[in-house]
């Protein structure tokens, strides 16, 4: 049959951040220990990467664990109960079986009940991606509230005997709530990718630890990606000197600076969460986040700017207002 109209929701005038919360596990590996076992330093590792520590996951502590407390302490924050919730997503890229997903056992355990639930990978930038799907099911009525989370054990697909890799990757969840709102508190995210050289960040099989080209992607993170950043302060209505944060992917601190020094935002803190806890893929921008908010370092109301980059290449940002 032609000629039907269906009907849509009435789209909402915004959707925002309602809270934060994170979650690392509770062992902690400095770089004394890594120098202890293989060829490296604690001068090498904080001069190229930054982190000082970082926190690994114990055998038998799992993405859903890490998830379900990060998860927990968002839902706390917003004020909401579970059952207010209707969509969870979790991002992740170091998922420990390919199916099932981890979000409907994360939200069965958090006392969600039947709600949408699935996990996107986009690896580095999956929470900003992840973010903006929320945003539009808040906004489009597919959804009431959304449980978004980042959640990885990176160290379950790393060679920890690999000094390029293993004194970078670390495991940590990092979780938000979003909800409708009277005014846009999520600015429209601007995200892309490039497919031509995936084997730049990658887990080749099954069989397979993370290898990536580190100056390969160095040199890209440190030119495409603020030009990327600026777009989505434009895109927002705001300019660099209204951003009170920005929150770059924790992949190197050295990235984080030049990205930094690019967007030229005078006022703003530059989340350095890497130091103490490492590179935790797509769970790094929610943990900083929820890092920073329980420090009493980004005010309530202020915008913040959030840069994912990472293996795809894919890339997202987006400027939402802190709970
Ligand atoms: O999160 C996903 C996105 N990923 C990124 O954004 C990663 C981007 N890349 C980077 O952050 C940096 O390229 C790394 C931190 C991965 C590496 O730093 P780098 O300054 O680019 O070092 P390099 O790979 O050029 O290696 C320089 C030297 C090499 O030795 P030779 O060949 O010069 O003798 C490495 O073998 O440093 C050596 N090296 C180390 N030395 C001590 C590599 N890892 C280590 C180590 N300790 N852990």
Redesign the pocket.
């Known amino acids: 049959m032609t000629g039907v109209t269906l009907r849509a929701e009435p789209v909402r005038p915004g959707a925002r951040v309602l809270g934060f919360g994170g979650h690392q596990p509770a062992k902690v590996v400095t770089n004394h220990d890594?120098a202890a076992v293989m060829?490296?330093?604690d001068e090498?590792?904080r001069s190229?990467?930054g982190i000082v520590e970082r926190r690994l996951a114990g055998p038998d502590e799992t993405i859903t664990d890490l998830a379900v407390q990060a998860g927990g302490k968002a839902l706390a924050a917003s004020g909401l109960a579970p059952s207010d919730v209707d969509l969870v997503i979790v991002a992740t890229c170091s998922a420990e079986t390919p199916m099932p997903s981890h979000a409907p056992a994360v939200a069965h355990r958090l006392g969600i009940e039947a709600p949408g639930a699935y996990d996107l990978n986009s690896?580095?930038s999956g929470f900003c991606y992840a973010l903006a799907a929320a945003d539009a099911a808040v906004r489009t009525g597919s959804a009431r509230n959304v449980l978004v989370v980042g959640a990885e054990k990176m160290s379950q697909w790393i060679d920890q005997t690999d000094?390029?890799t293993a004194?970078?990757f670390a495991d940590g969840a990092g979780a938000a709530v979003v909800g409708p709102s009277e005014t846009p508190g999520i600015g429209p995210v601007v995200w892309g990718s490039d497919g031509s050289a995936p084997e730049r960040?990658a887990i080749a099989d099954r069989t397979s630890f993370i290898r990536?080209d580190?100056?390969a992607?160095?040199r890209w993170?440190t030119t495409a990606i603020a030009p990327v950043a600026l777009a989505a302060v434009e895109r927002a209505g705001l300019v660099p000197d209204d951003l009170a944060t920005i929150v770059p992917?924790q992949?190197?601190l050295?990235?984080i600076d030049a990205i930094a020094r690019r967007i030229k935002a005078t006022n703003a803190v530059v989340a350095d969460d890497i130091t103490r806890s490492g590179?935790t893929?797509g769970a790094s921008i929610p943990l900083a986040l929820a890092h920073m908010i329980e420090r009493g370092d980004v005010p309530s109301g202020a915008p913040a700017l959030l840069v994912g980059?990472?293996?795809g290449l894919s890339y997202a940002a987006q400027v939402i207002q802190i709970p």
């Open positions: 890594f060829d490296t330093s090498w590792i190229r990467v690896a580095c000094r390029s004194i970078i960040i990536q580190g100056q992607v160095f993170a992917h992949a190197n050295r990235i590179n893929s980059f990472g293996a």
